[in-house]
């Protein structure tokens, strides 16, 4: 069912919320910034928490998309 979704997203069947594509630059450009909430230099693998929490919020902004484009086929 996720690649029916990732291809009506892709031929403009499904149109995406602009803060859905705004969470998925934050996060993609928050992963590789040097400038780090939580650094993993100083505090090693907790450090990966932040980005975790950023890829989390991103993964339920996606879900929320794919549970719209769901309910748009049924009501139709």
Do not use: C, N
């Not at 403009?12 to 996060?27: D, F």
């Not at 400038?35 to 890829?55: A, K, M, Q, R, S």
Request: charged share 20%; proline share 5%; net charge positive.
């Amino acid at each position: 069912m996720w690649w029916k979704f990732f291809r009506a997203i892709k031929s403009r069947e499904h149109r995406v919320a602009p803060t859905t594509w705004a969470a998925a630059i934050a996060a993609v450009v928050y992963t590789f910034a040097p400038i780090d909430l939580i650094p993993e230099l100083v505090l090693g693998p907790l450090g990966f928490g932040d980005d975790l929490g950023v890829w989390s919020i991103l993964a339920l902004l996606v879900v929320r998309e794919q549970h719209r484009w769901q309910a748009s086929l049924r009501s139709a």
